[in-house]
């Protein structure tokens, strides 16, 4: 059995799960791959590549704010970290993505009970 | 960081993305050596999991947002690269351009400044013009100026609006031991400060000084304060005579100052400013009196049709209460525009021309592009065929385009900033609101805006010819042989560009007839040595009438001494030069109702002004010494008056009837009409019948007025300019106050009446003859182009058997075709011209088949011979080498 039965994610969800994992602290990016894949058991594979286009997206849009720290090793990387902007935004989505999750879940169970 | 920033910073960016993506990769690898993998395998699993590093980098660099402007960027350099490549090319593209562009900007900073720009006032479009207007007109009209005891109700009374009053009157001023005559304006005291105009130096009028008996004060122009006391610091309070009078300067005006489309007598402006309310003469007392210009400013939250509610409403009870002078008479208001009626057509004609040889231009270059375009048909085919989109490939040649249209146009821009002076010098008789026209950032977004729009439709030619669909043919054929669709566009560019020539050709041709003809008419005087000037009589000398007529008889017997004069006569209106008298008259002892008068053209003149102007004698005889007060009241009319006053009749002897002097006249001479407005006005003008009077026979109440506006006029027998200083020494009286000024030749006067025809027919033919330029090198390279496509069916024909003169033959022929088509599309537009020029013209004659034809010939000529170079040319191929080549 493959052991990551891999889930594709839908649009803009991924730019939702890096606000919630970097709202915690600042994080590199290869920490937010790490992240996202332990929450989420590693039922989320986000390609490794595709990460950073959207936290350079996300930068753009203000909101993250990124700069270059030293890593426990001592390497220079860049930290991520959420702006105020980026936490307003994290709010009203995460919200959304709940009112959206319910609605599915209801609409499923619907089609449960008709179908009894 | 704004998307400014990360433009400019892309290099650092890109450095640090790598950083970035380093650092995770290598993270990824120690980890995995931790687990136990060689670093060898280790590095290529982190690779791997991490998917194309390049494309991630790519899409971030997307992320960034700066793509399209990147994008931009590349092409710029591009366009630029492949300008360098082909200088020849970008330089006659550029050229043609700037020179279109170049025209253009200057006519719209012309018609931007005079036209379009706001008047230099604080809130332009709160002003108002205020005006009388009876019920009843007269011949005159039914608008008056204001009387002075009606404008000080109204400012008294009104709640929606402040006014401004002004009245003017020259006079000779004097500071410094230096004299000379100006125009002294009255002013409300508030006049500027409700403009929004205040003093550079010193300050304005108040309140305080605007009654009679205040001290006198003055406020001088910014030019007067110069020309006087050379722009001296310490001007307030010293000390200047004007009109006889003694004022102390409180103040200097801004450069430039005036009271829009009021220029006074002298058509120079304001040069004293002097409070209204210190007037002390009895007219202003009197409500039959029309002498104040009034302006008002509309208060804050009024709206223009309030403000003529209550205008009418004060009108109305002034009525009732001052029936004898203000009986049907009402107050109206219309927005306050700049006087400029007189160059709007011109303007607008002008910026016509110009547009067309813009367009003739960008047709040019639209051509050259397309041509360009068709030879690069394998590039632009292999970039499509790598992946580059439709849209890509447009904004790629519409990017080249446009580097070339605002590289034409910040030359162009160029060349306008450095004609624009001389040519404002040139215009003919000044043009109005000249101060106002710059090149600034109304001009320049223009510009910018027809160069980018020029750019687009030139640019599109060759997005035409983008070989999308085709690509394959397009490859094979190395785009040589794909001709079809660009013989068509080609052969439209040649026509356009004919037909916009055709157009201005014959609307150059027809002002040139017309300045022939009026330059041949018989302005109805003798132009030749005669010298003309406003003479300001001393104000000593208007003390009484018997002063006054001797003061003239004085100063026309000194002129008389000047060595090389030949005659000198006094006159109030001289021909052709601004101004004139109409006054009514009738033939009948009782009068027709007023509305109904006929009016004549009245001067009044000394004996000798026939002998001075050289107007020929028809019957009867002139003004002579005879006719004094006390003599029989005589007038001399002139050919067009005797034919509307006494058609069929003999004139001489008959009673005439004028609004002035003691009635009835007796007809005692008939002479030759003189074009009063000039040789292209007259024609056109309302009233041309003319009547003359003697001075002598004015009354007395009206001397001193028709003193103040008299001018001399003297015969030479050498150049007028060489003896003028004699004549100003003679003129200048015991009390040394008495100046000419004004001062021009009949034949200046003449040649001015004409200049504004002159001025549109030279910048016609200039711009013709530019439009037959480009036109001709349009012809020839779209011809070299096309000859050169076919060139291979050219040599198989000449392989074949086919003589040089029949492949020149061949070539012109199609030649011919486009041409023509050019010119039949072309001589419907220039018909449309020529009706406009007639109605914007004065005196313009319309073309007639000779103008048509002529022109036309000039241009068929023109474009014959740029297309016979590359017929030639075709004719001598070798087939041999011409079909290898292929």
Excluded at chain 2, 422 to 447: E, K
């Amino acid at each position: 059995m493959p052991t990551n039965p891999k889930s594709d994610l839908p649009q803009g969800t991924l730019d939702l799960l890096i606000l919630k994992v970097v709202a915690l602290r600042p994080l590199h990016g290869y920490a937010i791959t790490q992240r996202l894949q332990q929450v989420s058991r590693d039922v989320v594979q986000v390609q490794q590549g595709s990460l950073y286009p959207a936290l350079h997206r996300l930068e753009n849009r203000g909101l993250l704010t990124a700069e270059w720290r030293d890593t426990e090793t001592g390497r220079e990387a860049k930290f991520y970290r959420l702006t105020r902007k980026g936490r307003a935004q994290l709010q009203s989505e995460t919200a959304s993505w709940e009112r959206l999750t319910e609605a599915v879940t209801l609409v499923l169970k619907l089609r449960e009970e008709g179908a009894k | 960081m704004n998307w400014f920033q990360r433009l400019m910073r892309r290099e650092e960016m890109d450095h640090q993305l790598d950083k970035e993506l380093r650092f995770h990769i290598d993270q990824r690898t120690s980890e995995l050596i931790e687990r136990g993998s060689p670093p060898e395998a280790a590095y290529r699993q982190a690779l791997i999991e991490f998917g194309g590093v390049e494309a991630a980098k790519e899409k971030c660099r997307d992320a960034r947002g700066t793509g399209w402007l990147e994008d931009f960027l590349r092409d710029l350099r591009y366009a630029l690269r492949s300008m360098r490549k082909r200088p020849g090319f970008a330089a006659v593209a550029l050229i043609t351009l700037a020179l279109g562009t170049g025209a253009t900007t200057l006519m719209f900073s012309l018609v931007n400044g005079v036209l379009l720009k706001p008047l230099p006032y604080a809130e332009p479009n709160r002003l108002l013009q205020l005006q009388e207007k009876t019920e009843k007109a007269t011949q005159y009209g039914n608008l008056w100026a204001f009387t002075n005891p009606n404008y000080l109700d109204l400012k008294q009374e009104l709640r929606t609006l402040d006014l401004i009053a002004l009245t003017f009157d020259g006079g000779t001023v004097s500071a410094a031991g230096q004299s000379e005559y100006v125009d002294g304006y009255e002013i409300s005291h508030d006049a500027l400060s409700i403009l929004g105009v205040s003093p550079i130096r010193g300050r304005s009028f108040s309140a305080a000084d605007d009654h009679v008996g205040a001290a006198p004060i003055a406020v001088i122009s910014y030019a007067l304060w110069q020309r006087l006391f050379s722009g001296a610091e310490n001007i307030i309070g010293q000390q200047i005579t004007f009109d006889g009078r003694g004022y102390s300067v409180i103040g200097v005006a801004p450069p430039g100052f005036h009271f829009e489309g009021n220029s006074g007598l002298l058509g120079i402006g304001p040069d004293i400013l002097l409070p209204l309310g210190q007037d002390a003469s009895p007219v202003m007392q009197r409500r039959d009196r029309h002498i104040l210009q009034v302006w008002a400013h509309m208060r804050p939250g009024v709206t223009l049709s309030q403000a003529r509610a209550e205008l009418d409403a004060i009108g109305h009870r002034l009525a009732q209460e001052y029936p004898a002078s203000n009986e049907g008479r009402t107050f109206i208001a219309d927005p306050l525009q700049p006087d400029v009626d007189g160059v709007r057509s011109t303007l607008w004609l002008l910026l016509g021309a110009v547009a067309l040889v813009l367009l003739i231009a960008c047709v040019n270059v639209a051509s050259l592009l397309l041509a360009r375009a068709i030879s690069r048909g394998r590039e632009l085919a292999i970039r499509v065929a790598l992946g580059a989109g439709p849209g890509r490939i447009i904004r790629q040649c519409l990017t080249e385009s446009s580097v070339l249209a605002v590289g034409g146009g910040i030359l162009g821009i160029a060349i306008a900033v450095l004609g624009l002076r001389p040519f404002l010098a040139l215009w003919p008789g000044g043009l109005p609101r000249v101060d106002q026209v710059q090149i600034d950032w109304r001009v320049l977004l223009f510009t910018l805006g027809v160069s980018l729009f020029c750019g687009f439709l030139f640019g599109l030619a060759p997005v035409a010819r983008i070989p999308l669909g085709r690509l394959e043919q397009s490859l094979r054929s190395g785009g040589r042989t794909v001709i079809g669709t660009s013989r068509l566009l080609h052969s439209g560019f040649v026509v356009s560009e004919i037909a916009f020539t055709v157009v201005l050709l014959v609307s150059a041709g027809v002002l040139g007839r017309t300045l022939l003809r009026l330059a041949s008419l018989d302005p109805g005087v003798n132009t030749r040595n005669v010298l003309v000037a406003r003479m300001a009589i001393s104000p000593t000398t208007l003390k009484n009438p018997a002063s006054t007529r001797a003061a003239w008889d004085q100063i026309l017997s000194n002129i008389r001494s000047v060595p090389g004069v030949r005659a000198a006569a006094a006159v109030d209106t001289v021909p052709m030069r601004e101004g004139n008298n109409q006054i009514a008259y009738w033939t009948t002892p009782t009068p027709p109702p007023q509305d109904q008068l006929p009016l004549v053209l009245a001067n009044s003149v000394t004996p000798d002004y026939l002998k001075v102007m050289g107007i020929p004698l028809r019957r009867g005889r002139f003004i002579s010494e005879h006719d004094q007060l006390k003599t029989e009241g005589v007038v001399v009319i002139d050919d067009v008056l005797a034919q509307k006053a006494f058609p069929g009749e003999e004139p001489i002897g008959k009673p005439i009837w004028i609004d002035l002097g003691k009635n009835p006249m007796t007809v005692v001479g008939v002479v030759g009409h003189v074009r009063q407005f000039g040789l292209a006005g007259d024609d056109d003008a309302k009233v041309r019948a003319q009547l003359y009077y003697p001075f002598a026979q004015v009354p007395d109440k009206f001397v001193r007025r028709w003193s103040e506006l008299m001018s001399v006029a003297v015969r030479t027998s050498v150049k007028p300019a060489s003896i003028l200083p004699s004549i100003r020494e003679a003129v200048r009286g015991s009390s040394g106050d008495q100046v000419i000024y004004l001062v021009r030749t009949l034949d200046q006067l003449a040649r001015n009446s004409i200049a504004p025809e002159r001025f549109l027919l030279v910048l016609f033919g200039i711009f013709a003859g530019l439009a037959l330029l480009l036109a001709s090198v349009g012809v020839y390279g779209v011809l070299s182009y096309l000859t050169n496509q076919r060139i291979s069916e050219l040599a198989v024909r000449i392989a074949l058997g086919s003589s040089a003169s029949g492949v020149i033959r061949l070539i012109l022929k199609e030649s011919f075709q486009m041409v023509a088509l050019g010119i039949a599309i072309g001589a419907a537009g220039a018909w449309a011209a020529d009706r406009v020029l007639m109605r914007m013209v004065e005196g313009a004659q319309p073309g007639g088949p000779l103008t048509f034809a002529l022109m036309i010939t000039v241009l068929a000529a023109s474009a014959l011979l740029a297309s016979f170079v590359p017929a030639r040319r075709a004719s001598r191929v070798d087939p041999l080498t011409a079909l290898r080549s292929e």
